[in-house]
C-alpha cells in the first residue's frame, strides 16, 4: 500500500504543531527496580530507575500504594507497603503528575522466610516460605555457616532485620543480618561473639530494650547483651547464675522485663526480673518447681501472662500464670498431659489461642486450646506425626495457620497448616533441612 505524500506532509504539520502546544510528552518508562523482593512486612527501600518521572509521582506495589522518599525524574525511591503477610508477586504502576502511567509486570516479589538452625552439620539452612502453597525453596547460597559448633539456640529481631544464634559447643553467639532482597545472612562486623560462659543451647530477645539473654547449659548462667540495632553488633553486659541444672531454654517477656529459664536437671524454672540496662534480679519462689521432669522446651503469651513447659521426662507439660513481678501460680489441673513421649518444643498461636506441642519420642505433633486462665483442652483430631523422626523444634505462621516442624532424626522440616479448631493437616512433603540434626527453627516474616 502506497502513502500519497500530501498525507505525510499533513501528518508532519500535525505533529510539529502539537510538540508547540506541548501536547507531545516523553513516555513515562520503568528501566530497573532494585531490590525486587522484600518482606511481607514491607518497609524496603525499592528504587525505582527510568524516565518521566517527576516530584509528585505516586507509585503501586500491586493495588497498595508506596511511600515515597524522593522523586526525580529519572528515579524514584519508594518504601513498600505491607501485603499482609501474603507471598505474592506483584505488579509495579508509576503515575506521574501528568496522568502517564507506566507498569512493570511482576516487579516485586514479596517473600516470607524460615530458618533451620542445624545443629550436627554446624550450619543455618534459609528458605523461602510460600504462604499459598506451604512450600519451601532454599535460596541460593544456603545453608549459611554461623562459625561456630553445635549451633542450637535462635532468635529473631524481625524489626532490625537480625538473627541470633547460640553456638553450643564453641561458647558463642552469631549475629547475622538478613536480606529478604536476596535471601542471604551475612555475618555482622566481629561475629562470632564469646558469651564468656560454656555451651550457650538458647537465645531471647527484649527488642524494645535491645537486650540479648543466652542461656548456657554448661555453665547454669545467663549471659546478658546490649545490642545495636543499626550494626546489630553486642556487647557483653554480665552473666547471672541460673539458680538451677542444666539450662535448657529461655524466654522473655519485655513488657513486664521478666525471663524465664527452663533448669533440666533440677526440674524447675527460673525467673528474673531485668532493667533498662540488663541487670537481673531473681524473682520472688524462684526457682518453681515444675510438677514434672526435665523441662525443655518454653512458650509464652504475654498478653495473658501465661507460661508453658515441655516435661520431656514425665510426658507432660506444665501451665502457670504470672504476674508483673514473675510470681507463678499453677495453673489447675497443671501438669497437663501431652499425648505423647518426650515433649520437647512447644509454640503458641496466641492471637487464637492453640498450643501445639512437639513429642520428639513419638514423633508426634498435638494440638491444644487454652483458655484465658490456661487451662489446656486436646483438640479432637488434633493428633498427627511430624512425618520424620525426633521432632524438636517448631514455629508458627500465625497469618496463615502454618506450622512449621523441624525433626532432627530425619533431617527434613514438615509443613502443616490448622483450621480454626486447630485440627493439624500436612502441606506437601518434607523439605530437607539443609544439613543435619535441626534443632530449631525461625519464621521470618
Known amino acids: 500500500m502506497k502513502i500519497r505524500l500530501p498525507f505525510l506532509s499533513c501528518l508532519l504539520m500535525l505533529l510539529v504543531t502539537a510538540a508547540a502546544c506541548g501536547v507531545v510528552h516523553e513516555n513515562i518508562v520503568i528501566n530497573s527496580i532494585t531490590p525486587s523482593q522484600g518482606s511481607t512486612r514491607g518497609g524496603e527501600e525499592v528504587t525505582i530507575t527510568g524516565r518521566g518521572f517527576d516530584s509528585g509521582s505516586t507509585v503501586l506495589f500491586g493495588d497498595r500504594q508506596g511511600e515515597i522518599v524522593s522523586a526525580t525524574a529519572t528515579e524514584i525511591v519508594a518504601e513498600s507497603p505491607s501485603s499482609g503477610g501474603t507471598t505474592e508477586q506483584v505488579d509495579v504502576t508509576v503515575t506521574n503528575t501528568a496522568g502517564e502511567t507506566v507498569t512493570r509486570i511482576g516487579g516485586f516479589n514479596y517473600v516470607s522466610m524460615l530458618a533451620a538452625v542445624n545443629w550436627t552439620s554446624n550450619d543455618v539452612g534459609l528458605f523461602s516460605a510460600d504462604s499459598e502453597e506451604h512450600a519451601l525453596t532454599a535460596f541460593t547460597g544456603s545453608p549459611f555457616s554461623p562459625q561456630g559448633t553445635a549451633p542450637r539456640g535462635a532468635a529473631l529481631d524481625v524489626s532490625a532485620g537480625l538473627l541470633f544464634v547460640t553456638n553450643g559447643n564453641s561458647a558463642t553467639m552469631m549475629v547475622f543480618s538478613v536480606s529478604w532482597a536476596d535471601g542471604t545472612l551475612t555475618p555482622v562486623e566481629g561475629a562470632p561473639f564469646a558469651v564468656s560462659a560454656v555451651g550457650p543451647v538458647a537465645a531471647a530477645l527484649d527488642t524494645s530494650l535491645k537486650l540479648a539473654f543466652t542461656a548456657n547449659n554448661t555453665s547454669g548462667t545467663i549471659s546478658i547483651f546490649s545490642y545495636d540495632a543499626a550494626t546489630g553488633v553486642p556487647t557483653l553486659l554480665g552473666t547471672q547464675a541460673s539458680s538451677g541444672t542444666g539450662v535448657l531454654d529461655i524466654a522473655c517477656d519485655p513488657g513486664t522485663r521478666l525471663v524465664f529459664v527452663s533448669n533440666s536437671g533440677s526440674s524447675d524454672v527460673s525467673i528474673f526480673s531485668y532493667d533498662a540496662l540488663g541487670t537481673m534480679t531473681e524473682a520472688a519462689g524462684s526457682p518453681k518447681v515444675v510438677d514434672g521432669t526435665n523441662p525443655a522446651g518454653i512458650a509464652l503469651d504475654h498478653g495473658r501472662r501465661l507460661l508453658y513447659v515441655a516435661n520431656s521426662g514425665s510426658t507432660d507439660m506444665a501451665a502457670f500464670t504470672y504476674d508483673a513481678t514473675g510470681v507463678l501460680t499453677k495453673v489447675a489441673g497443671s501438669p497437663f498431659a501431652s499425648n505423647g513421649t518426650a515433649p520437647y518444643d512447644i509454640v503458641l498461636d496466641t492471637s487464637r489461642g492453640f498450643l501445639f506441642v512437639a513429642n520428639s519420642g513419638s514423633n508426634t505433633v498435638h494440638s491444644f486450646t487454652y483458655s484465658s486462665a490456661g487451662v489446656l483442652t486436646q483438640v ?57 540434626g535441626p534443632f530449631n527453627l525461625v519464621f521470618i516474616p
Not at 392 to 401: F, I, L, Q, W
Not at 402 to 414: E, H, M, V, Y
Open 380 to 436: 479432637a483430631g488434633g493428633e498427627s506425626g511430624s512425618n520424620g523422626t525426633a521432632p524438636m523444634a517448631m514455629d508458627v505462621d500465625v497469618e496463615h495457620n502454618t506450622l512449621f516442624i523441624a525433626n532432627r532424626g530425619s533431617n527434613d522440616i514438615q509443613v502443616k497448616t490448622y483450621d480454626d479448631a486447630g485440627v493439624l493437616t500436612n502441606a506437601g512433603n518434607a523439605t530437607t533441612s539443609g544439613g543435619t
